[in-house]
């Protein structure tokens, strides 16, 4: 007798953000509070669940409901608890995340590098609230659960107004439009058109962390290496990492002009929190490219934006730190 596979099951995670908002009034895009349906309401307001599911059963969980701009390290840690627990389970094959737009790619790493998943970790959300005339949340979860029941690619992904995201790539560039998500110069990993997923070609991301998620979670949310992203610009001064280095900061992320230049009153700064211990990494607060040669004072974090280099250099010194332990 030949056994036939059963379909894998499709986890559904809750976190909050716009796609779980309401609005007192159906016109209203803006004037919004996000985080107030739960992954059972989303997923109810679903016309097309049982064709796009064909068969999988689903799980559904409440991870946390809030407005992504005020995420944090307690979240994350939860969060990533139980992504991998799912993930870990044999008869699952991909957990999606809905989650607000505001720090969707700054989650989207951290999960990829603490995770390095083996199987689709999927990220969604929505621009408009779920009560708009028409919410783009629906079909961004619809798209999503395509992607999901798909192949399974190995890797984290964001799914936004058609597009795949590679959680590297993807950066929220526009306030208010629905295609608020670019991967800039390297462009979407794929595409959900008419149900099906069409990839741009291979993509396979490389880790650039060492702390592995057991390790991890051997860490208290709480204490996490403090790391700050500073700005360079006209007219700076070094007065912020003073006072950062004073405040008793592990490491700061410069977002530079251009090719990774700093302005010299903050270059002068980081000389002197450097000789105190403190890491410093630059990234460019370009919108697209990264930083070309070898000519700068600092490391950069490999073409990451400044807030994504900001979650690598916080790996980077809790791996350090768990060694030394
Ligand atoms: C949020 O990030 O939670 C609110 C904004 C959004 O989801 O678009």
């Not at 919004?32 to 309401?41: K, M, P, S």
Request: contains cysteine; negative net charge.
């Amino acid at each position: 007798m030949v056994e036939t596979k059963k379909p894998g099951k499709i986890v559904i995670l809750g976190t909050g953000g716009t796609i779980a908002g309401t609005a007192s009034q159906a016109s209203d895009h803006v004037g919004y509070t996000a985080a107030q349906l739960g992954v059972e309401q989303l997923m109810a307001a679903l016309p097309g669940l049982t064709q796009v599911l064909s068969g999988r059963p689903f799980a559904l969980e409440q991870v946390a409901q809030l407005d992504s701009k005020d995420m944090d390290g307690v979240t994350w840690h939860l969060l990533a608890a139980r992504c991998h627990f799912w993930l870990s389970q044999d008869d699952v094959q991909s957990v999606v995340v809905t989650h607000g737009t505001d720090t969707l790619e700054e989650t989207a790493w951290f999960l990829h590098e603490v995770l390095q998943p083996s199987k689709s970790l999927i990220l969604t959300c929505a621009m408009r609230p779920a009560t708009a005339l028409a919410a783009d949340g629906p079909q961004n979860l619809m798209d999503a659960l395509t992607l999901a029941c798909d192949g399974g690619r190995a890797g984290t992904w964001v799914v936004c107004a058609g597009q795949i995201h590679s959680a590297r790539q993807v950066q929220k560039v526009h306030p208010y439009r629905l295609d608020a998500f670019s991967s800039g110069e390297a462009g979407p990993a794929a595409w959900v058109e008419a149900g099906r997923v069409r990839w741009a070609g291979k993509s396979v991301e490389r880790h650039l962390a060492e702390v592995s998620l057991p390790t991890f979670l051997q860490i208290l949310p709480l204490e996490w290496p403090v790391v700050e992203v500073l700005l360079s610009h006209a007219g700076a001064s070094r007065r912020r990492v003073d006072a950062l280095v004073a405040s008793g900061v592990d490491g700061l992320v410069v977002a530079c002009t251009g090719n990774g230049t700093v302005h010299h009153a903050i270059e002068e700064g980081l000389l002197d929190a450097e000789k105190q211990g403190v890491r410093i990494r630059l990234s460019t607060r370009c919108l697209t490219g990264q930083i070309v040669g070898d000519a700068t004072r600092w490391p950069d974090v490999e073409g990451l934006s400044p807030v994504k280099a900001r979650i690598s250099l916080m790996l980077e010194l809790l791996s350090e730190r768990m060694k030394a332990v």
